[in-house]
C-alpha cells in the first residue's frame, strides 16, 4: 500500500513581539520495502518522530519567551553534510549494491546471488553448496567436466542487488529473472572497483542542528538502507576520516564529502568486475594476461570470422612481439603490444604494426580469456586469439640455466650426487625430437665428445658450469650452458649434536640424519607433541624399523652411551611387553629400552638378565593407562657401567657401577618398536653418557621436524 502526506505547518510566533518566525516541517512517510528492512526503517522513522517533537517543544519554548534574532546556531558543514537525491549519495548507495557476479557460474546472472545452502549437479555429481568456500569444489568439477552446465535443485532463493529476496521454484523463473541483468561484462549500475572499510558513523541532527544519534555502519547492507531512506527531512553527516578500500588492496584515507565523491568518480570502471560467466577465466587479471601472453605463441583462430588466418605471435616481456605468416617463414614482421584497463575493461592495446595486418592495430577489449585462449573486440570486429605451445625446432625448447642444488648431507661438503637428466631434461616438454649430452667444456660440447654420464653426476666445485649440447634430427646443434651452485640449505639448528651417532625425527620418512641412512619401506606418521603433522611415527605392534649398525654408530659393552627418545602409548594391556629401541633382533642379544608391567620404562640387557625399573611410574595411577601424553624418556651408562634412567626430565632410577652387559659384538641393526603399538619421536643416539643438565635440555626443546643436520 502506497501513501504519503506533506504537512506545511505556520505558526505565527511571539505576535507580540519584534518578530515572527516561520517553522515549516516536511514529514516525509516512505514506503517500506519488505519486512526484513522494517527494523532499519524503524530506526529512520523514529528519528523522524524525534525531529518533530524536537521541533514542537521548541514552538512551545518560544510561545514563553522569544529568542534574539542575532542568536547563533551550530550546523554541520556542507561539506559533510549528506543531502538526498545528490550525487554523492547516490554514488555511495552504488557501491553497496549486492555483487552478484561471485556465483555466476551458477545461475549465469551478475545482479543476484543464490542464497546458501543450495544443490546442484555438475555431470552427475551432486553438490550440497553451504558457502561461498565450496565454490572451489564446483570450479574443479567444472574443470573436469566438458560440460559448463550446472543443474539446480528448486527451489531456490535469490537475492537482488538491493538486497530483496525472491523465491525462484523453477529453471523458467530463473532465466525470467537473469533477463532483468545486464549481459556478461557489459557495463552496469554497481560499482565494484571500490569498497568502503567498516566500520565507521553517520550522526545525526534534529532541527536544532543537535547530534541526537550516532549509527554504526558495519557492512553493505546496512549503509543501503540507509541511503535508501535518506530523505529530505534527515540530516546526516559522515564522521570523517573514512578509509576505502581499492580494487588492488590499497587503502585510501578521505575527509569530506568532497573527497569522498572524487574517489568513487575516480575508481569507478578501473577495474575487472569480472560480470562473465566465464568460471575458468583466472579472474582475467591484468596479471594473468601479461604472463600468459608470453608463454608459447599465439594464433589467430579468427579474425572478424574469417578462420583461415596463419599468423603465428610470439610476445615478448620486453613489449614487443613478432609475427610471421607460417613458423619457416624468414620474413618476421614487428609490432608493441601492453595489456591495460581502460573504463573497467581489461585491453590489449596492439601499435606498430606496420606490415601485413595494420587492421590489427588498436585497442582490444579481452571479452574472455583462459590459459589458452582470448577472445577480443575493438568496435564491431571481434578476434579469437589461441595459445599453442607445439614447438618448430627443439632449441626453442632449452635456455642458458642457473640452479641452485641443496647440500643437505651431514656434514656439509660441497658436493652432490645428481641426476642431470632429471634435472634439465625430463621435466622439459618439446614437441620436436632432439638427442642431448653434458660436457664440462665449450669444446667438448662442440665437438661432441668426453660426454658425462648424465644419472650419476658429482660437481667437482661448488660452483660450476656444465654445457649442454641439443642436437636435432639434421644434425644441427646449439649450447646451452648450465650454472650450477651448491649451498648448504640446512635450516636445523638443533642442539647437543656433538657426539651423536643416530638422529630420528621422522618428518615423513624413517631417516638417520646423521648417517643419511633412510628406509625403503612405508610407514605411517602422526603429529608429534607439538602438534606438527607426520612428524612422528605410529606403530601398529606388527612392524618395526631395522637400522643398520656400522662402525660409526656402534656400541659394545664398555662404551658410553645414551638414548633420547619420545614415546606415547596407545596399548594398556599390562601384560605385554613392548619394545621401544633395542640392539640386536631378539631380546637374547644387545640390550632392550621397553614398557613392561603397566606399560612401566624398563632398560635391560640380554646376556646377565639386568633391568633397571622406572619405579615412580607405577605410583601415578594415571600413567599406566595413559594414551594421551607424550613421555620423554632418556637411558644413559658411562664407562663405570653407571646406568640411570630419566623420564619427563626428571632421573627415575640410578644403578652405580652396574652389572649390565649389552655384549662386545656390535651385532646387525639397531631396531624400534618390536611389538610396540603406540608413537616414536626424536630418537637420538649418543656416544657419551649424558647429563642431568643435558637431559634437562633435550625434554624442554621443541619438537622436531627436521629433514637435515
Known amino acids: 500500500m502506497n501513501f504519503g502526506l506533506n504537512v506545511n505547518i505556520n505558526f505565527l510566533i511571539c505576535q507580540g513581539g519584534n518578530f515572527v518566525s516561520e517553522v515549516v516541517l516536511l514529514i516525509a512517510y516512505q514506503k517500506t520495502r519488505e519486512c526484513k528492512r522494517l527494523k532499519s526503517m524503524n530506526k529512520i522513522r523514529q528519528i523522524k518522530s524525534l525531529k518533530i517533537l524536537f521541533s514542537l517543544l521548541a514552538i512551545c519554548l518560544c510561545f514563553t519567551a522569544c529568542q534574539e534574532e542575532n542568536d547563533e546556531v551550530s550546523t554541520p558543514s556542507q561539506e559533510a553534510t549528506l543531502v538526498a537525491n545528490t550525487t554523492l549519495p547516490r554514488l555511495m548507495e552504488r557501491m553497496t549494491l549486492l555483487d552478484g557476479s561471485p556465483d555466476n557460474f551458477i545461475d549465469n546472472a551478475n545482479c543476484f546471488l543464490v542464497n546458501l545452502p543450495v544443490t546442484v549437479s555438475i555431470n552427475g555429481t551432486t553438490v550440497?553448496?553451504?558457502?561461498?568456500?565450496?565454490?572451489?569444489?564446483?570450479?574443479?568439477?567444472?574443470?573436469?567436466?566438458?560440460?559448463?552446465?550446472?543443474?539446480?535443485?528448486?527451489?531456490?532463493?535469490?537475492?537482488?542487488?538491493?538486497?530483496?529476496?525472491?523465491?525462484?521454484?523453477?529453471?523458467?523463473?530463473?532465466?525470467?529473472e537473469i533477463t532483468n541483468c545486464t549481459g556478461p561484462n557489459q557495463p552496469d549500475i554497481d560499482i565494484e572497483c571500490i569498497d568502503f572499510q567498516y566500520p565507521f558513523s553517520i550522526?545525526?541532527?534534529?532541527?536544532?542542528?543537535?547530534?541526537?544519534?550516532?549509527?554504526?555502519?558495519?557492512?553493505?547492507?546496512q549503509l543501503y538502507y540507509f541511503l535508501e531512506t535518506l530523505s529530505d527531512g534527515i540530516i546526516a553527516s559522515i564522521n570523517y576520516p573514512i578509509n576505502l578500500v581499492q580494487a588492488n588492496g590499497t587503502v585510501i584515507s578521505v575527509n569530506s564529502n568532497e573527497a569522498l565523491q572524487a574517489a568513487i568518480a575516480a575508481a569507478e570502471n578501473t577495474c575487472d568486475e569480472d560480470d562473465d560467466n566465464n568460471f575458468n577465466d583466472a579472474d582475467c587479471t591484468q596479471e594473468f594476461v601479461t604472463e600468459n601472453l608470453t608463454d608459447c605463441f599465439w594464433r589467430i583462430t579468427n579474425f572478424d570470422g574469417n578462420t583461415q588466418l596463419i599468423y603465428e605471435f610470439y610476445f615478448n616481456t620486453d613489449g614487443s612481439f613478432t609475427f610471421s605468416t607460417e613458423?619457416?617463414?624468414?620474413?618476421?614482421?614487428?609490432?608493441?603490444?601492453?595489456?591495460?584497463?581502460?573504463?573497467?575493461?581489461?585491453?590489449?592495446?596492439?601499435?606498430?604494426?606496420?606490415?601485413?595486418?595494420?587492421?590489427?592495430?588498436?585497442?582490444?577489449?579481452?571479452?574472455?580469456?583462459?590459459?589458452?585462449?582470448?577472445?577480443?573486440?575493438?568496435?564491431?570486429?571481434?578476434?579469437?586469439?589461441?595459445?599453442?605451445?607445439?614447438?618448430?625446432?627443439?632449441?626453442?625448447?632449452?635456455?642458458?640455466?642457473?640452479?641452485?642444488?641443496?647440500d643437505e648431507e651431514n656434514p656439509y661438503d660441497g658436493f652432490v650426487e645428481m641426476n642431470l637428466e632429471a634435472l634439465f631434461i625430463s621435466n622439459i616438454v618439446c614437441t620436436q625430437a632432439y638427442n642431448f649430452s653434458f660436457h664440462t667444456t665449450q669444446v667438448d660440447a662442440d665437438t661432441n665428445t668426453f660426454a658425462l654420464i648424465p644419472n650419476s653426476y658429482t660437481n667437482t666445485s661448488p660452483t660450476e658450469v656444465l654445457f649442454l649440447r641439443i642436437e636435432d634430427i639434421n644434425g644441427n646443434f646449439e649450447v646451452f650452458t648450465i650454472t650450477i651452485t651448491i649451498e648448504?640449505?640446512?635450516?636445523?639448528?638443533?642442539?647437543?649434536?656433538?657426539?651423536?651417532?643416530?638422529?630420528?625425527?621422522?618428518?615423513?620418512?624413517?631417516?638417520?640424519?646423521?648417517?643419511?641412512?633412510?628406509?625403503?619401506?612405508?610407514?605411517?606418521?602422526?603429529s608429534d607433541r607439538a602438534g606438527n603433522a607426520i612428524c612422528a611415527i605410529a606403530f601398529n605392534g606388527n612392524e618395526t624399523v631395522e637400522i643398520p649398525v656400522t662402525t660409526a654408530n656402534q656400541i659394545v659393552q664398555g662404551d658410553a652411551?645414551?638414548?633420547?627418545?619420545?614415546?606415547?602409548?596407545?596399548?594398556?594391556?599390562?601384560?605385554?611387553?613392548?619394545?621401544?629401541?633395542?640392539?640386536?633382533?631378539?631380546?637374547?642379544?644387545?640390550?632392550?629400552?621397553?614398557?613392561?608391567?603397566?606399560?612401566?620404562?624398563?632398560?635391560?640387557?640380554?646376556?646377565?638378565?639386568?633391568?633397571?625399573?622406572?619405579?615412580?611410574?607405577?605410583?601415578?595411577?594415571?600413567?599406566?593407562?595413559?594414551?594421551?601424553?607424550?613421555?620423554?624418556?632418556?637411558?644413559?651408562?658411562?664407562?663405570?657401567?653407571?646406568?640411570?634412567?630419566?623420564?619427563?626430565?626428571?632421573?627415575?632410577?640410578?644403578?652405580?657401577?652396574?652389572?649390565?652387559?649389552?655384549?662386545?659384538?656390535?651385532?646387525?641393526?639397531?631396531?624400534?618398536?618390536?611389538?610396540?603399538?603406540?608413537?616414536?619421536?626424536?630418537?637420538?643416539?649418543?656416544?657419551?653418557?649424558?647429563?642431568?643438565?643435558?637431559?634437562?635440555?633435550?625434554?624442554?626443546?621443541?619438537a622436531d621436524c627436521n629433514v637435515c643436520l
Not at 538486497?163 to 525462484?168: A, C, D, F, G, L
Not at 596492439?350 to 595494420?358: A, D, G
Not at 570486429?381 to 642457473?402: A, H, I, K, M, Y
Not at 640411570?644 to 652405580?656: K, P, Q, S, V
Open 327 to 406: 613458423p619457416s617463414s624468414s620474413t618476421i614482421y614487428e609490432g608493441n603490444w601492453e595489456v591495460t584497463t581502460s573504463q573497467g575493461n581489461l585491453v590489449l592495446n596492439i601499435t606498430n604494426v606496420s606490415s601485413n595486418i595494420t587492421s590489427f592495430n588498436g585497442s582490444w577489449i579481452i571479452d574472455e580469456c583462459s590459459d589458452d585462449e582470448l577472445q577480443l573486440h575493438s568496435g564491431n570486429q571481434e578476434v579469437t586469439l589461441q595459445q599453442s605451445c607445439e614447438n618448430f625446432t627443439p632449441f626453442e625448447c632449452f635456455e642458458n640455466r642457473n640452479i641452485t642444488i641443496c
Open 561 to 702: 652411551f645414551s638414548v633420547s627418545l619420545w614415546f606415547k602409548m596407545q596399548n594398556t594391556d599390562p601384560a605385554n611387553y613392548e619394545i621401544l629401541f633395542q640392539k640386536g633382533a631378539a631380546i637374547s642379544e644387545g640390550f632392550q629400552l621397553s614398557v613392561f608391567d603397566l606399560n612401566t620404562p624398563v632398560f635391560s640387557d640380554a646376556n646377565s638378565g639386568y633391568g633397571l625399573w622406572d619405579d615412580p611410574w607405577n605410583m601415578d595411577a594415571n600413567l599406566p593407562n595413559d594414551t594421551t601424553n607424550w613421555h620423554h624418556l632418556v637411558l644413559t651408562v658411562d664407562a663405570n657401567n653407571t646406568v640411570r634412567l630419566y623420564r619427563d626430565g626428571i632421573e627415575r632410577n640410578a644403578d652405580l657401577n652396574s652389572t649390565i652387559n649389552i655384549g662386545s659384538t656390535s651385532l646387525l641393526n639397531y631396531i624400534l618398536g618390536n611389538g610396540f603399538e603406540g608413537h616414536l619421536d626424536d630418537i637420538r643416539v649418543y656416544k657419551v653418557a649424558l647429563n642431568p643438565s643435558e637431559v634437562s635440555t633435550l625434554f624442554t626443546l621443541e
Open 128 to 176: 550440497v553448496v553451504n558457502s561461498s568456500n565450496d565454490y572451489s569444489a564446483i570450479i574443479e568439477l567444472l574443470n573436469q567436466s566438458n560440460e559448463d552446465s550446472i543443474v539446480i535443485t528448486y527451489p531456490i532463493t535469490i537475492i537482488l542487488s538491493d538486497y530483496t529476496e525472491v523465491v525462484i521454484e523453477n529453471q523458467e523463473e530463473l532465466i525470467a
Open 203 to 221: 550522526a545525526l541532527y534534529n532541527t536544532n542542528f543537535e547530534v541526537i544519534e550516532t549509527l554504526n555502519i558495519t557492512h553493505d547492507e
Open 488 to 526: 648448504d640449505c640446512c635450516t636445523n639448528n638443533t642442539v647437543l649434536t656433538n657426539d651423536l651417532i643416530l638422529y630420528m625425527p621422522f618428518s615423513n620418512e624413517v631417516k638417520d640424519l646423521v648417517s643419511n641412512w633412510e628406509s625403503n619401506n612405508s610407514y605411517t606418521y602422526v
